[in-house]
């Protein structure tokens, strides 16, 4: 197969612990898919947190033009920051529990058909923002996300079902809080429940906080959910989830290149899902085209309701099938 990059060095880092998927194997199978593309894939393992950053920088040294990423948003933001501005090709192969970036950019989820993504050799540039100097690539967030990402944290399972129990925990006992939002010219202070910045179009899981982002527009989509009741409040998470988020009366968007978020203290925040402790001011800005991922060919786009409907029953199916697979 003729491709771009042939003859390239390219080094797979595989976090064991992301998502529920059976990892063994895994170098294995994606060394003998990618086989026809005629590359020389090394394959190392994080140990803990930070360490993808690392094996991507000492990929980047070494020189290697292409950086495989098998994790979740975690594992794809600490090794894309690394390759920003580069001009290092990152590859995704999603094994995460929420998988925001992959699924935004329509790579598929089942890992054998995620390969063939990168078999298609079809680099993009896309943005990616940072926060206070630190860097995300899909969505950011303080308020009610950022205390569900600490909480997720804590957990000693990771996957879906551990997202849906420390979101239902979190609900329970969660106070909305005050910021000051600076963007486009104007100023606004509210009480929200939750603020998020986005680069993409969800969180993960196919929870749509912002169904019309782009990734290579250079803006970042904001959503403001304002505080309600339990029922409202309740009512957008049932939005998020078909994708008509935009309509609900609680939530206010627009889009910007830079956005100040002031808060009366420092405090939780969340990066592509990671929770942080950050400053009680943020300053966050949009990179343009910053890096560049493999991206499918052709995704089709993005229909509220049918869209996140068909991503549910494919993540079912191949929850399925990944019982009897080993990788
Ligand atoms: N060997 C390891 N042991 C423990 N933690 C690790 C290890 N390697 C990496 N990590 C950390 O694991 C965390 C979770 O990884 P990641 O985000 O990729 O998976 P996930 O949370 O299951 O998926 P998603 O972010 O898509 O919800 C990251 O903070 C990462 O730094």
């Known amino acids: 197969m003729p491709s771009q990059h042939s003859c390239m060095k390219v080094r797979l880092i595989i976090n064991p612990i992301s998502g529920t998927r059976n990892k063994a194997g895994l170098d294995r199978l994606v060394a003998e898919s990618l086989s026809p593309l005629g590359w020389e894939v090394e394959t190392v393992y994080t140990k803990g947190h930070g360490d993808a950053t690392r094996l991507a920088l000492s990929a980047v040294e070494k020189g290697c033009g292409i950086v495989l990423a098998a994790g979740g948003d975690g594992t794809i933001n600490e090794t ?15 094994c995460g529990s929420g998988n925001g970036l992959a699924r935004h950019l329509g790579i598929p989820i089942d890992i054998r058909e995620g390969l063939k993504v990168i078999l298609e050799d079809h680099p993009e540039d896309i943005d990616y923002a940072t926060v206070n100097d630190n860097k995300f690539f899909c969505t950011f967030g303080v308020g009610f996300d950022a205390a569900v990402s600490a909480a997720f944290a804590r957990k000693k399972t990771r996957g879906k079902l551990t997202y849906i129990q420390s979101t239902f925990e979190t609900y329970a006992s969660y106070e909305p809080e005050y910021y000051t939002i600076s963007a486009n010219g104007k100023k606004l202070t509210e009480r929200a429940f939750l603020v998020a910045v986005c680069n993409a ?103 509220p309701i049918l869209t996140p409907v068909t991503a549910m029953f494919n993540d079912f199916r191949i929850a399925v099938s990944n019982i009897f697979q080993k990788a």
């Open 201 to 303: 179009s969800q969180y993960g899981n196919n929870a749509y906080i912002a169904p019309s982002a782009s990734i290579n527009d250079g803006l970042l989509d904001v959503t403001i959910i304002h505080a309600g009741n339990t029922l409202s409040t309740a009512l957008v998470g049932v939005d998020m989830m078909t994708g008509m988020i935009e309509r609900n009366m609680l939530i206010h968007t627009f889009r910007t290149d830079n956005i100040v978020i002031e808060r009366e203290r420092r405090g939780p925040s969340h990066l592509d899902g990671e929770p942080m402790e950050m400053a009680d001011r943020l300053d966050i800005r949009c990179h343009h085209s910053g890096l560049r991922v493999f991206t499918p060919r052709t995704v089709r786009p993005f229909k």
């Open 80 to 94: 894309a920051a690394a390759l920003c501005g580069t001009g290092v090709v990152l590859g995704i192969l999603p």
